[in-house]
């Protein structure tokens, strides 16, 4: 379900990527050339529907970055903290011999015979 949400999600942020490269600015060329940009274009009509399109983009892409986060995270909550997980991971038992050894003669340096 989350790999099917994701895929959807992906589709989502593309196509807000695309209506928001699509829709006309406010300042720059428009405001320069007297508004003249604006008849040339078309109606304001294309404008009222891609704005309303952006916006229902824009809120479905964060409605899904919420659901997705909420159904990926950690299905049970713990109150052990990271630190101590990871020190009870890291653990080792080490074997205690019962006796001790001393190091064999071979070992031990020759002495000098002159």
């Known amino acids: 379900m989350v790999e099917f949400l994701i895929v959807v999600h ?3 942020s593309l196509l807000l990527i695309g209506v ?3 829709q006309s600015g406010q300042g720059g060329l428009n405001s320069m050339m007297g508004g003249a940009a604006n008849s040339m274009l078309g109606s304001s009509g294309a ?3 891609i704005t309303k399109l952006t916006t229902f983009l824009g809120i479905t892409f964060i409605g ?3 659901l997705i986060g909420s159904m990926s995270g950690e299905s049970q909550s713990s ?11 890291r653990q ?4 205690v011999p019962n006796e ?13 015979t002159n």
């Open 100 to 112: 001790y050894t001393l190091p064999s003669e071979d070992l031990l340096p020759e002495e000098a």
């Open 47 to 49: 404008n009222d529907f």
């Open 10 to 12: 992906t589709l989502v």
């Open 64 to 66: 899904l970055a919420l």
């Open 20 to 22: 928001i490269l699509m």
């Open 92 to 95: 080792v038992e080490l074997a």
């Open 79 to 89: 109150t052990e903290s990271i630190i101590q997980k990871d020190s009870e991971s």
